[in-house]
């Protein structure tokens, strides 16, 4: 099994899909299945961000973007995962679906952003559960 055989994709917004699947394109002749995945965060026992129904939406048509973009070039699975830690749900995704890599796109920002956000991505590749690439910025991006 090759490192790139079934990549796990977290998007997080509509953009965010459009530019994670033109960096993951030039790398698709050695991708045998993309499973997209869209995290909502729950607030666990806190308010959550956004009504339900909305983030089911925002997911919706998030995936739906990685979907109209990457299908027919290889195959594309869907899922909507719910948790209070981004991190550790995206691990378990991919372990439950058998991914052989996570592939993400840093999404940028100050030092500061990326402090007071928790910086998914230092999280994802500090102690990863299975192989973690960064793609590169695509030019135009």
Do not use: N, Y
């Not at 994670?20 to 666990?44: F, N, S």
């Not at 402090?115 to 991505?121: C, K, L, N, R, W």
């Amino acid at each position: 099994m090759a490192l790139l055989d079934h990549v796990l994709l977290p998007v997080v917004t509509e953009a965010d899909a459009r530019a994670t699947c033109d960096a993951l394109r030039p790398h698709l002749d050695r991708v045998q299945r993309v499973t997209a995945l869209h995290v909502i965060e729950k607030g666990g026992g806190t308010v959550d961000k956004a009504p339900l129904d909305k983030r089911r939406e925002d997911a919706a048509a998030c995936l739906a973007v990685v979907e109209t973009r990457l299908a027919g070039e290889v195959p594309v699975d869907t899922r909507t995962a719910f948790g209070t830690d981004v991190v550790e749900t995206i691990f378990d995704e991919a372990a439950s679906v058998g991914a052989t890599v996570i592939a993400v796109r840093p999404r940028g920002g100050s030092r500061l952003v990326q402090f007071i956000a928790g910086d998914t991505a230092i999280k994802l590749v500090t102690d990863p559960e299975v192989p973690v690439i960064s793609l590169p910025e695509v030019e135009g991006e």
